[in-house]
């Protein structure tokens, strides 16, 4: 029940971040430069490669491409290029067979799973020096109002990689 309730947290965080600095209509949601190799096939041995957060926006939208409310990428509020946060949504609440499903696709772009598949708590991913945690469930009543309308449910995908600090000057 603990397990249920954390990842509902984790699921309610992402779609409120979606909803509050993302557009409600997945149709209207930035489209990162990378979306045409969304439908590529994976490069050989991909989760060997460092990936860049285009890479990792783009494994989300090839991954959830039968959600069919789409995918809304969340703007990072400090412009990280180390998190990728996105929610796709679905006229009806995903479960296990949707989770699967994403799962098995994201592993079609070289990520592997740590743990098991678990539609009941938070399953995690990890390729390229990137960590995924993800997550399904119901659109939480306190924030209906800011996702699709038509929307009942959602995925919710939260990656990060380790953040580095640009160097700093060199004081002369």
Same mark, same amino acid.
């Given at each position: 029940?603990?397990?249920?309730?954390?990842?509902?947290?984790?699921?309610?965080?992402?779609?409120?971040?979606?909803?509050?600095?993302?557009?409600?209509?997945?149709?209207?949601?930035?489209?990162?430069?990378? !979306? %045409?190799?969304?439908? /590529?096939?994976?490069?050989?041995? +991909?989760?060997? =490669?460092?990936?860049? #957060?285009?890479?990792?926006?783009?494994?989300?939208?090839?991954?959830?491409?039968?959600?069919?409310?789409?995918?809304?990428?969340?703007?990072?509020?400090?412009?990280?290029?180390? !998190? %990728?946060?996105?929610? /796709?949504?679905?006229?009806?609440? +995903?479960?296990? =067979?949707?989770?699967? #499903?994403?799962?098995?696709?994201?592993?079609?772009?070289?990520?592997?799973?740590?743990?098991?598949?678990?539609?009941?708590?938070?399953?995690?991913?990890?390729?390229?020096?990137?960590?995924?945690?993800?997550?399904?469930?119901?659109?939480?009543?306190?924030?209906?109002?800011?996702?699709?309308?038509?929307?009942?449910?959602?995925?919710?995908?939260?990656?990060?990689?380790?953040?580095?600090?640009?160097?700093?000057?060199?004081?002369?």
């Amino acid at each position: 029940m603990f397990r249920h309730a954390w990842t509902m947290g984790v699921v309610a965080a992402s779609l409120l971040a979606t909803a509050c600095t993302a557009s409600a209509d997945p149709a209207s949601a930035p489209r990162s430069p990378s !979306v %045409a190799s969304a439908a /590529a096939p994976p490069s050989p041995a +991909p989760s060997l =490669k460092k990936k860049t #957060r285009d890479d990792v926006i783009s494994d989300f939208r090839y991954a959830t491409e039968a959600f069919d409310l789409g995918l809304t990428v969340v703007k990072d509020p400090w412009k990280r290029e180390c !998190v %990728a946060d996105s929610t /796709a949504f679905s006229r009806t609440e +995903p479960g296990k =067979k949707d989770l699967l #499903r994403v799962v098995s696709r994201l592993k079609e772009r070289g990520w592997r799973l740590r743990g098991d598949v678990d539609a009941d708590g938070a399953t995690f991913l990890e390729s390229g020096g990137w960590d995924i945690i993800t997550g399904v469930g119901p659109i939480p009543g306190d924030i209906k109002d800011r996702v699709p309308s038509s929307a009942s449910g959602a995925l919710a995908l939260s990656a990060m990689s380790k953040c580095t600090k640009p160097p700093s000057p060199s004081p002369r």
